[in-house]
């Protein structure tokens, strides 16, 4: 008989997701969608550069939409001391474990035909103050491709580096 791991796997991570988790709102970046009066968008493709000026995104090229609420667990070991035998240096990162299926991804198109380009994804950490409600904690931003889980990789989890400076 065939025994699929991959569909508990995910239903074992939803629910201690559930249990153990926060509350996150994960908004996707998009391609800011002003048009300039001469009918430009307003990120170039060529240049790579957003229109300035831009009344939308304010410069950014990036917009973000409405934020889809999700589980997940914030790990900061931004701080972890790493000893090298001449005095040691600071280093690390911050990540997200979230539900295996989440499409989060930096590279992105804005069409079938056009250039890509990284539109980092953003992410409001919540936490229930002592009167019990929601309050903003911490926001941060997509770092690098979630990796996923697999057989070997040794998490149930999707796991995405994130940085708070977008
Ligand atoms: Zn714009």
Redesign the pocket.
């Known amino acids: 008989m065939f025994f699929d791991l991959y569909p508990v796997s995910h239903m074992v991570a939803d629910s201690a997701l559930l249990m153990g988790g926060s509350n996150i709102l994960w908004y996707r970046a998009e391609f ?1 969608p ?1 048009i300039r009066e001469d009918g430009r968008p ?2 170039d493709e060529k240049s790579g550069n ?2 300035i000026e ?1 009344p ?2 304010v410069g950014k ?1 990036t917009v973000w939409g409405q934020p889809r609420s999700i589980r997940g667990v914030y790990t900061d070991k931004s701080n972890e001391f790493i000893p090298d035998g001449m005095g040691g240096f600071m280093k690390g990162r911050k990540t997200l474990s979230l539900s295996p299926n989440l499409p989060i991804k930096l590279l992105k198109h804005r069409d079938e035909k056009v250039a890509r380009r990284l539109l980092r994804d953003k992410f409001i950490l919540l936490e229930r103050d002592c009167h019990g409600r929601m309050k903003h904690k911490e926001t941060v931003f997509a770092a690098a491709d979630p990796v996923k889980p697999t057989i070997n990789s040794g998490t149930i989890y999707l796991i995405l580096e994130v940085e708070t400076n977008l």
Do not use: D
Request: hydrophobic residues 30%; aromatic residues 30%; neutral net charge.
């Open positions: 800011c002003y307003c990120f957003a229109y831009c939308v995104c090229g």
